[in-house]
C-alpha cells in the first residue's frame, strides 16, 4: 500500500537568517534573566527556538492559529497540531548575531491509533549551521491528533515517583506565555486564547509552550554541569503545564556525563521527561 504522504518524505527547505541579539536580550528579559549573552558569544542551549520559524501571512492562518496545511509540512487532516518532543545534538557553539542556516528534511511520517482516537507523527531533522560548520541537529517530532472530546472527564492525573537530588518551584503566568509566542512567532491560540483553549481543545486553561519547557529544564542542567556544556538533550511532552499552576523543574545525576530531568506538576503528575549528556 502506498504511503499518503510518500511525495513528503525527504522533502527539505532551507531557511538563512541572523541569530539576532535583540531576541536574545528579550528572552532573557522574558524568563527574568539578570544578563543576556552579547554579539559573538554562545546562544544557549534551546534559544535557538527563537529562529527559522515560518512568516505566514495572517490570510494564511487556520483557525488554530498554525499555518494553514500543506507546504513543507504534509497536509494531515488531524485538526490537532502539537509538538511532542525531540531530540537535540549540540556540536558547537553557534554565536550570538552570527548568520545562521537551517536545513530541515522530513525524516518519518507514522500513522497510530491511541486511547483518545487517530495520531500522526511527523519526525523532522534540523540541522543549523555557521560559516559552513554544523553547531546542532534536532530531531523534532509533531503529533497530529483528533478534535477534542467535548466535555468527556479528563483522567486523573497519576503520581510521578522519580526522586530528585535538585530542583526548584516555577510559575508561567500569561505575560510569559505572551512574551514566548511573539518571540518565536508562534501563533497557537491555546498559548494566549483562553476561550479558545477551552471551548475548543478543551483545556482547563492557556497551555505554557513545550519547547518553553524544554528550554527551561535545559537551564536547570546547566546549572548542575560544574561547568561543563551540553551535548545531547531529549525530551518528551506527557501531560500539559497550565498557566499559573505552580510545577516544579527536577532531576538528578544518573552518571557522571548523564542527568535525568522532569518537570512535574501541581498534583505530582509528569509533566515532561528529558535526559542531558554533558561533554
Known amino acids: 500500500m502506498t504511503h499518503p504522504y510518500a511525495e513528503w518524505l525527504g522533502r527539505s527547505e532551507e531557511r538563512t537568517e541572523r541569530l539576532d541579539v535583540g531576541a536574545v536580550r528579550a528572552l532573557a528579559a522574558t524568563l527574568d534573566l539578570q544578563a543576556a549573552p552579547q554579539p559573538g558569544e554562545p546562544l544557549p542551549a534551546g534559544w535557538h527556538w527563537l529562529y527559522f520559524n515560518p512568516v505566514v501571512r495572517r490570510s494564511g ?11 513543507f509540512l504534509p497536509p494531515i487532516e488531524l485538526p490537532r497540531r502539537m509538538w511532542a518532543g525531540g531530540r537535540i545534538r549540540y ?13 530541515s528534511v522530513i525524516r518519518s511520517i507514522e500513522h ?4 483518545r482516537g487517530a495520531l500522526c507523527f511527523v519526525t523532522v531533522e534540523h540541522t543549523v549551521s ?6 546542532l541537529v534536532e530531531e523534532q517530532d ?15 492525573p497519576q503520581p510521578f515517583d522519580g526522586v530528585a537530588e535538585f530542583g526548584h518551584d516555577f510559575v508561567a503566568d500569561a505575560t510569559l506565555l505572551f512574551r514566548y509566542s511573539a518571540l518565536t512567532f508562534n501563533g497557537h491560540r491555546i498559548h494566549y486564547d483562553q476561550a479558545y483553549a ?8 492557556l497551555v505554557v509552550h513545550g519547547p518553553l519547557l524544554a528550554t527551561l529544564l535545559q537551564q536547570l542542567a546547566l546549572r548542575h554541569a560544574g561547568g561543563r556544556r551540553l551535548q545531547r538533550f531529549a525530551f518528551r511532552g506527557v501531560n500539559p503545564v497550565f498557566v499559573d499552576r505552580a510545577f516544579r523543574l527536577e532531576g538528578r545525576q544518573e552518571r557522571e556525563d548523564e542527568l535525568e530531568l522532569w518537570a512535574r506538576g501541581p498534583a505530582g503528575e509528569l ?3 528529558a535526559s542531558a549528556t554533558l561533554g
Do not use: I, N
Not at 553557534?94 to 545562521?100: E, G, K, M, S, Y
Not at 497530529?144 to 486523573?156: C, T
Not at 477551552?198 to 486553561?205: D, K, L, M, V
Open 61 to 71: 492562518l487556520g483557525a488554530d492559529g498554525h499555518p494553514r496545511r500543506g507546504g
Open 91 to 103: 556540536l558547537q557553539d553557534l554565536p550570538v548575531d552570527a548568520l545562521a542556516t537551517r536545513r
Open 112 to 115: 497510530k491509533v491511541g486511547k
Open 130 to 135: 555557521c560559516d559552513g560548520r554544523d553547531g
Open 142 to 156: 509533531l503529533v497530529y491528533r483528533e478534535a477534542a472530546a467535548g466535555a468527556a472527564p479528563a483522567a486523573a
Open 198 to 205: 477551552q471551548a475548543e481543545e478543551g483545556y482547563p486553561g
Open 271 to 273: 509533566l515532561m521527561s
